[in-house]
Every structure is written in C-alpha cells, then in structure tokens.
C-alpha cells in the first residue's frame, strides 16, 4: 500500500483536532497524519472546513464532509 499525506490545520476554525485526527487515524491507519500551521487560506478556511491530502486541498462544509470527500483521495 502507497503511503498516504494528510495534513490538517491547526488554526482552522472548522476542524476540532482531537477529533479529527482520531477520525482519521480510524479511516487511514496507515497514512502519515500531522498538523501543519496556518497555509494563508483566509478565504476558504473561514468558511469551511478542509483536509490537504496527498498534495490536494478537499473542502467541506463540516468536518465530517471534509474528512468523507478527503478519503475518496486515499492511495491504495
């Protein structure tokens, strides 16, 4: 299995970090999960909640639905 990258913001206002790395670490046990600091989207993360995963930027509108769009992304 190809190594996933999933990076979460740590300053997003839509994504709780104890739960969506437990949630994630649930989806994609195998995958390389960590926190980045603040990657200058004040637009869209003001709005929405979002998952960088393998180099792609997935948005959704709760933390769930970023986390549920973001697994459609994982390597097999």
């Given at each position: ?26 989806l994609a046990p195998d995958a ?9 989207y004040c637009g869209p993360c ?25 697994m459609t992304h994982l390597k097999?």
């Amino acid at each position: 299995m190809a190594a996933n990258d999933i990076k979460i913001c740590e300053q997003c206002k839509h994504m709780r970090m104890k739960t969506s790395l437990a949630k994630l670490k649930k989806l994609a046990p195998d995958a390389d999960i960590s926190t980045v600091n603040c990657k200058s989207y004040c637009g869209p993360c003001a709005r929405y909640a979002f998952v960088f995963i393998n180099g792609r930027y997935v948005k959704g509108a709760t933390e769930d639905e970023a986390i549920e769009k973001a697994m459609t992304h994982l390597k097999k």
